[in-house]
């Protein structure tokens, strides 16, 4: 195994988050290789979706430390953790609603390229961006409806669209909370294998319900239950775990009882 | 190639002058010389106009809801009242100054409006136009306090327009400036940084996603149009020779709150409708009852809400039946 492999990139030592009585996040630790692959899966409601909340700040931990490239992010914004590098794709769809495809990519390219305050250029004059866009938009099939506003397009649609976002930003830690969700079948293997095509030191992290995918995507897996890590492994080893068995196969034999 | 011209083309066509603008803006220019003797008016209307077009740019363009934006059109008031009275009667310069103070004001107040929730921000907006309405109050052995700023003298634009009594030089002027503030405002919605604007109103949490700097664009945004509101209320004092209260009253921040309704929000052709059809219903309108105007006022904003803008001015959607369907 490359040196390359063990750096860790993203890190989460000790994160807690307490909404009043309740700890989502308990003491969670969690590192990111350079070049990961990682997923994160878990039962609903075992904290996947705050633990991103919190690696990207949109929550602020109760207690714990996140660093990124060995920098301490902990205090930071959200958009100064993007900046850094790190951006994430929402589990819901969080889109510009009366903005097109074509406006939505072009201002975000322009925002990562450090155009975004520029006031003098109109948006749509700088031929780097345009290109940059129109891959994107040719990559994410969003080139027939580019020119209409983004609420009136199709759910599938919509959803290349959250991630497309995401990749506009040029990512070297990529956070994706449930990315297929909603996506029909026939498309969900292309949407990941053009995640799985990102550069080889970009690293993902993977939220995912869809066990096949999981399992044919991630090269390191952690399991979260009831906002703690309840193990973590290679996709081999967490199949064969008799904790994960239990979490997993448990609610399932308890649902086939039920029904 | 083909299809990056293509996108091209979508972005740059939205930003590119329209004809009928362009005939618009000609005829806002040649008003003062059709319509001699409604000088007057038109210049009331350019004013509202640059007001409502600032407001535009918080409200419509980056979803900060203001209800004390009057409070820059007063102290744009006042800067080039007190200006002109103190220091020079050169309407350009006094123009100037105004801009630059109520700028450097709306710099200071952004800083109160990046936190908190939309209705404290409600309220802070309301709260700063009311304490600079006492201030102006207060500070009478400066700004005349109830009775207003009186015996301001404006020398002649450019040094050679002096303003009439027709009003004739004054819309002239007010209309120039709107002119320029809107070619700068209109050039600042369609670039990326008005991409941004537009991304923190539809969704301010996708917004910070993709590294967008939330809390200092809105503040630049602000100070921005507060600068703008600021030459409106310049426009105002320079014009009248006068400078009351009245600036900072609750209602103007209301009233031009309804311009920016009636003529549409995230458009700046919004504010410059809007000022046209609220200027002239109230003339119009007051000449008949006046009393009773702001009543006919608030039927036709319960209509235009109730009926849509887009259906009240196609009125023959109203009756399908006679007209057709209309397409679907």
């Known amino acids: 195994m490359s040196t390359s492999h063990n750096e860790t990139v993203l890190s989460a030592q000790g994160l807690v988050m307490r909404f009043g009585g309740i700890t989502a996040t308990n003491n969670v630790t969690l590192n990111l290789q350079r070049g990961a692959r990682h997923a994160l899966i878990g039962p609903n409601g075992a904290g996947k979706t705050t633990l991103i909340n919190l690696l990207t700040g949109v929550l602020e931990p109760t207690a714990g430390r996140i660093t990124l490239e060995g920098q301490d992010i ?16 929402f589990q819901i769809n969080q889109l510009f609603d009366t903005l097109t495809p074509m406006e939505t990519l072009a201002l975000t390219v322009s925002q990562h390229r450090g155009l975004g305050g520029k006031w003098w250029q109109a948006l749509g004059s700088n031929a780097a961006v345009n290109q940059r866009c129109e891959e994107l938009l040719e990559q994410f099939h969003l080139t027939s409806v580019m020119n209409q506003a983004t609420n009136v397009l199709a759910y599938g649609k919509r959803r290349l669209l959250e991630i497309a976002i995401a990749l506009a930003c040029e990512p070297r830690v990529l956070l994706l909370d449930e990315p297929v969700a909603g996506v029909p079948a026939g498309e969900r293997e292309e949407l990941l294998q053009t995640v799985a095509a990102l550069p080889a030191d970009v690293s993902v992290l993977l939220i995912e319900h869809d066990m096949d995918l999981v399992f044919s995507f991630a090269k390191r897996m952690t399991v979260l239950v009831n906002g703690t890590v309840l193990t973590e492994g290679t996709p081999d080893q967490i199949a064969n775990d008799p904790q994960v068995k239990a979490v997993y196969l448990g609610h399932g034999e308890e649902a086939g009882h039920a029904q | ?144 306090g109830a009775d207003g700023l009186q015996g301001v003298v404006m020398g002649p634009v450019l040094g050679r327009f002096e303003f009439d009594l027709s009003g004739r030089t004054a819309a002239w002027y007010s209309i120039s400036v709107l002119l320029v503030l809107f070619v700068l405002a209109r050039r600042l919605v369609n670039s990326p940084f008005g991409a941004t604007l537009k991304a923190i109103r539809d969704n301010r949490l996708r917004a910070m996603a993709i590294g967008i700097p939330v809390t200092q664009r809105l503040s630049v945004i602000y100070t921005v149009a ?47 409708a809007g000022a046209i059809v609220f200027k002239l219903m109230q003339d119009l309108i007051s000449a008949i009852t006046p009393q009773y105007w702001t009543f006919w006022i608030g039927l036709f904003l319960v209509v235009l809400v109730l009926v849509g803008r887009e259906r009240l001015i196609r009125p023959w959607t109203w009756f399908p039946r006679f007209f057709g369907r209309p397409k679907a």
């Open chain 1, 74 to 89: 902990t205090e930071l914004a959200p958009h100064q953790r993007v900046r850094r590098g790190m951006v994430r794709t």
């Open chain 2, 226 to 272: 507060a600068g703008m509101a600021g030459a409106a209320g310049a426009l105002l004092a320079q014009t009248t020779g006068f400078a009351s209260l009245d600036v900072f009253e609750f209602h103007r921040s209301a009233d031009v709150m309804l311009v920016l309704v009636v003529g549409g929000t995230g458009w700046l052709y919004g504010g410059v």
């Open chain 2, 1 to 144: 190639m083909k299809n990056a011209l293509t996108s091209m083309n979508a972005l740059i066509t939205t930003r590119r002058w329209k004809p009928w603008e362009l005939a618009l803006w000609v005829l806002a220019l040649a008003s003062p010389l059709l319509l001699a003797r409604h000088a007057l008016i038109i210049n009331e209307i350019a004013i509202v106009a640059l007001f409502a077009v600032s407001l535009d740019l918080i409200l419509g363009f980056t979803g900060i809801v203001s209800l004390g934006h009057a409070a820059f059109f007063g102290m744009g008031a006042y800067t080039a009242a007190l200006f002109a009275k103190l220091v020079m009667p050169d309407p350009l310069v006094g123009m100037a100054v105004a801009i630059v103070v109520s700028t450097v004001l709306g710099a200071v107040c952004s800083m109160t409006i990046i936190r908190g929730s939309d209705l404290t921000r409600l309220m802070v907006t309301l709260g700063v136009g009311l304490i600079l309405m006492e201030l102006a109050n207060k500070l009478d052995w400066l700004t005349g």
